[in-house]
């Protein structure tokens, strides 16, 4: 009998959801059973935070459902992929970003690190990266080690391409953040791909690449409508944006 399981890739940040899910009907339970408060009509104003968090939570469930893949395929499209490439994913979680490049590789290697966090997606753990590459027949392309994205365990210029999701908005300070890109591109090959996406500090990523001796280091924004409206309703301090950079020859 033929395997009838599918891949799992999570709930991402699922402590935030639960949070907004909760606060969200708190307010709206609010308005229903106190919509004055000394006298004043607040219903509105509690109607409107429900709103708001409700939005927020049911909006990053959908990202982990839908929008995630969406975006791994246009961050992956910037590659120019021949299919024999050495790529490292850097912070690979679940393995959604490593099994979509394993995917496009026909005689390469998919290589994930990172430390698997619980709080940053449900069921977060190595093994569950290897169970989601051979559900999606690529389980031969694909290998995961454990280590710290600031101090990757590999040697120097060994991957065509380095690619991340999501991880540098973790890096508590700026110097982190740099230690972590000096990483990428240590050991990134000259001429090889470094890709990524994340919702802050891209502006700063794009000046430590240049600083790092990358060409071409940009910006661009990604997301379709759903981000689009969030942005808005995070006045504009959520704008998703894909980095991406070559590695000079020597």
């Known amino acids: 009998m033929s395997d009838m399981r599918k891949p799992d890739y999570g709930i991402d940040s699922p402590a935030i959801v639960s949070s907004e899910l909760i606060i969200g009907m708190l307010a709206m339970a609010l308005a229903v059973l106190k919509p004055r408060v000394f006298d004043l009509q607040v219903r509105w104003i509690e109607v409107a935070a429900g709103t708001y968090f409700l939005y927020g939570a049911f909006s990053m469930l959908r990202y982990s459902k839908v929008g995630k893949f969406r975006l791994r395929e246009k961050l992956l499209d910037m590659i120019s992929w021949r299919g ?22 026909k005689t390469g290697k998919a290589i994930g690190v990172d430390v698997w966090l619980p709080h940053a997606v449900t069921g977060n753990r190595l093994e569950a990266v290897l169970l989601n590459a051979e559900l999606e027949g690529v389980g031969n392309r694909v290998e995961v080690q454990r280590g710290d994205v600031r101090e990757l365990p590999f040697g120097t210029e060994v991957f ?87 590695k000079g020859a020597p």
């Open 84 to 105: 024999d490439e050495t790529v490292l994913d850097v912070g690979c979680g679940k393995g959604l970003l490593l099994v979509g490049a394993a995917r496009r590789l």
């Open 160 to 246: 065509d391409v380095v690619l991340s999701n999501f991880v540098l908005h973790e890096m508590n300070t700026a110097a982190d953040r740099e230690r972590m890109l000096h990483e990428m591109v240590r050991v990134l090959r000259p001429s090889g791909r470094l890709a990524l996406i994340d919702f802050i500090f891209t502006k700063e990523c794009v000046q430590v690449l240049d600083r790092a001796g990358l060409v071409d280091a940009t910006r661009s924004r990604v997301g379709g409508l759903g981000f689009w409206v969030g942005a808005v309703l995070m006045l504009g301090t959520f704008q998703l944006y894909a980095v991406t950079a070559t």
